[in-house]
Nanobody
């Protein structure tokens, strides 16, 4: 089993930056891909960033490309999501997720084996 704990959420103003962290524990050697998703009230869970732990290769949807950056520190078993130029539409609960392998299905929440409890990000205008 793998446990994921997110931190770093909060209330910020439009244009501000925020960095989320996701600390993994347990059988982390089984995990090779980690992603961040977000879900706003009444909306589906949305993929916002992903990273391959072994290579550092990253994936982003167009909606956040250029504003969000995912990184990892394998020694600390931690993944980060740096969010810049935040917009009110970025308001959501942000979830960290982990998978042994996702292939080309990294945007699908069903590809992930483990999830964190979520951290709230609120961007005011």
């Amino acid at each position: 089993q793998v446990q994921l704990v997110e931190s770093g959420g909060g209330l910020v103003q439009a244009g501000d930056s925020l960095r989320l962290s996701c600390a993994a524990s347990g059988r982390t050697v089984t995990i090779n891909y980690m992603g961040w998703f977000r879900q706003a009230p009444g909306k589906e869970r949305e993929f916002v960033a992903g990273i391959t732990r072994s290579t550092g290769s990253t994936d982003y949807p167009d909606s956040v490309k250029g504003r969000f950056t995912i990184s990892r520190d394998n020694a600390k078993n931690t993944v980060y999501l740096q969010m810049n130029s935040l917009k009110p539409e970025d308001t959501a609960t942000y979830y960290c997720a982990a998978a042994s392998w996702v292939g080309f299905s990294y945007t699908s929440s069903s590809s992930y084996n483990y999830w964190g409890q979520g951290t709230q990000v609120t961007v005011s205008s």
